[in-house]
T-cell receptor, first 116, second 116 residues
Framework: GAGVSQTPSNKVTEKGKYVELRCDPI?????LYWYRQSLGQGPEFLIY????????DSGLPNDRFFAVRPEGSVSTLKIQRTERGDSAVYLC??????????????FGEGSRLTVL | AQTVTQSQPEMSVQEAETVTLSCTYD???????LFWYKQPPSRQMILVIR??????QNATENRFSVNFQKAAKSFSLKISDSQLGDAAMYFC?????????????FGKGTKLSVKP
């Protein structure tokens, strides 16, 4: 596609439920990133993929959070046993290769998750 | 650990005037990148300007320019001839060149309003 696409745009769920958020990066971009943006804050890094593998997952807050990118394109962020504190906008970004080389991330419009 | 501080939660500027947004950062590294991102209500983060720390010359992109003071660890953004479309959240961000290739560290942002 022309840009980074994220679905759903908005998701409301109940505490304890399982949630999946999808990211479709720009075609040909090998690097994919997930960030979380809480209300009134800047985005915080969660995980970075280079191809199919997670090159850095140091930002995942706990083992309830998991992300995959099985074919090196679309990625899914999975959150188990959601908590109210997980409510945030989840941003996905991609770049042609590593950020150090390209200097630019292309962001999607995010998925707003609300946990009741 | 690196940190990014934006001390102005909100700023306002008259259309066609100039405004400067402040950013300071803390790092012990010598090689890094600094960025300014714009986030309109659509939530999509858009790169405004980028600066490599090894470059002494301040980056410019049309109406946008930076004042990069490496010794002072300061990276301010100047917007000239402000337009209504410049109204948005602006985030300063840091990337360590030698570290995680996805771990952009963002400030909390400055909300810019443009008055007609």
């Amino acid at each position: 596609g022309a840009g980074v696409s994220q679905t759903p745009s908005n998701k409301v769920t109940e505490k304890g439920k399982y949630v999946e958020l999808r990211c479709d990066p720009i075609s040909g971009h090998t690097a994919l990133y997930w960030y979380r943006q809480s209300l009134g804050q800047g985005p915080e890094f969660l995980i970075y993929f280079q191809g199919t593998g997670a090159a850095d997952d140091s930002g995942l807050p706990n083992d309830r959070f998991f992300a995959v990118r099985p074919e090196g394109s679309v990625s899914t962020l999975k959150i188990q046993r959601t908590e109210r504190g997980d409510s945030a906008v989840y941003l996905c970004a991609s770049s042609l290769n590593s950020l150090q080389n390209t200097g630019e991330l292309f962001f999607g419009e995010g998925s707003r998750l609300t946990v009741l | 650990a690196q940190t990014v501080t934006q001390s102005q939660p909100e700023m306002s500027v008259q259309e066609a005037e100039t405004v400067t947004l402040s950013c300071t950062y803390d790092t012990s590294e010598s090689d890094y990148y600094l960025f300014w991102y714009k986030q309109p209500p659509s939530r999509q983060m858009i790169l405004v300007i980028r600066q490599e720390a090894y470059k002494q010359q301040n980056a410019t992109e049309n109406r946008f320019s930076v004042n990069f003071q490496k010794a002072a660890k300061s990276f301010s953004l100047k917007i000239s001839d402000s337009q209504l479309g410049d109204a948005a959240m602006y985030f300063c961000a840091y990337l360590n060149y030698g570290g995680s290739q996805g771990n952009l560290i963002f400030g909390k942002g400055t909300k810019l309003s443009v008055k007609p």
